[in-house]
């Protein structure tokens, strides 16, 4: 997506598998690009050498992981836009208020986004209610068809484990999706409701005749005097009916929107980070979430 | 909405209707408020006396004639939130400029929103194309059952007059709906498409079997090198099935979103005016469109 947008310049790329270093992302990504580009493995040496402006990174979902990367960023005068999962709402994990002082410091904004968290269950449904007079309850539910998406996604929902080696998984945090606490964190604080109690996530494996995981059901619920928040994501190998995403918004007036065909999430990540570009270039210094950036959509060229 | 809000008073209320002036709005709107504002009908003497800090201001669609309502804002030292359709997107008017230096002068931020334009056919569709890594086109439409709403609008929209009188009308100006060229240039900005030629709007009367005019059909296209435009505005007395707000984009990926049984706009248009009022207080002075804004939403408590 960065090749083939205009006014984008792909100056380094970073990757540990060993069988992408050395290799150039022309050849890597196929289609007709010249980038002379080539993968490196060290993110140090390739942040000094190519003048990065935005970092796009995408490693891993945990934010004390990714903490110590966003620094050595930060200090190469790079911002950061990252589909770290757990950096879309990071306010509640330790070292966030460290990093948002450094970013400040540094005079570099710092985003986590992507599809969700960052747009479907959370960003989409905060704007969503900004015609309401009044609202009592937020309903959202993703239902994502896993035949159609990354094998390392349908691994990270335990599809083929049984029932024993999820539950066991789930309970090191291994398996499911991570990010539904983030996304309830980021809506409840779009609306307000800044008394709300941490989330807790509930997770259900979906198991066939043959006692083997085919995906999971996982639910969030966020009950406050200001209205109730409700999520449901489901991702499943045999789906029943089409994919889809839906927003229930029982306020005045009423808000019910359905995606048809739901939101295509491998897409749909790229998008959100490419397109958050411009916004995060401008932003003034520190950590952000989608809640803090004027509102942004496709662009073609970057203004 | 604003006597309902916490975190808000209302400080003074202006109409000319001559039954209005002298009673109290909280007789006027019911319920159980025991705000003391009485209607006034002198805008600059409600200013100085009420030391408001925003002013919502719905009194016409045209930008030059709340201009000068504008500038007095501006010298009382008040916000505005105002749900003229040609302040939606000033910037083609005369006059825009000067009024955008006034604003920054006075370090005062003007918003011109609603649920049309403001919302529904433009900041929305803008905020779905956000995951999008390609676009061709955007298409929306907007399908109103006028026997919902205001008689007010029912006349604006041209009900009851014959086809001759319609197109009379339609000549001057003085029918169908104002801003749907507003959303348009909104859309066209939020997608980069700086090219855009001024959009022409199309305006198409219903007509029944006895020749007299129960709605019509407005129509706006964009076409430039980014992508295409299209939307329709369907207003009628008469409807056919159920009112209906649908946006489709055909990108990668395709994101086709309908919005069920459609928004209602008397409501929605109260609320997106009263939740932009924190975001305009925050932002600098100047004229703003709903893209210069941080993303809002319902909020139940003045932050």
Known sequence: VVLARAGLELVGAVDLDSERVGQRIATLVGGDSDS????N?????????????????STTSSFSEIRPLLSIALQASACVVSTCEELSFPWDRPGAQELDAEAIAA??????????????????????TLPCTAIRSVKISRVVD??????????????????????????RGAIGHIGLDCSARLLAMALGMEDAPLPEVHLQPLIDE?????????????????????????????????????????????VTVEIEGGLFGDTATAGMVVNSIPTI??????????????PIGYWSELP
Not at 36 to 39: E, G, K, Q, R
Not at 41 to 57: H, R
Not at 111 to 126: K, R, S
């Open 36 to 39: 002379p580009v080539v993968v």
């Open 41 to 57: 493995s060290n993110f140090v040496e390739t942040l000094e050498n190519s003048g990065a402006e935005v970092v796009l990174l």
């Open 107 to 128: 005079g570099r904004a710092i985003l986590g986004t992507g599809v969700n968290p960052g747009f479907v269950m959370d960003y989409l449904p905060a704007v969503l």
């Open 146 to 171: 896993l035949k159609r998406r990354r094998p390392a996604l349908q691994r990270k929902a335990g599809v083929g484990l049984s029932h024993t080696a999820f539950l066991e998984a789930a309970s």
């Open 210 to 254: 043959g006692g083997v995981v085919f995906g999971f059901e996982q639910q969030v619920d966020v009950r406050t005097t200001v209205a109730t928040i409700e999520m449901v994501l489901t991702m499943s190998m045999a789906l029943e009916g089409e994919e889809c995403d839906r927003i229930v918004i029982d306020g005045d007036p009423p």
């Open 281 to 294: 270039l401008r932003a003034p210094g520190g950590l952000k979430t989608m809640l803090d950036l004027p």
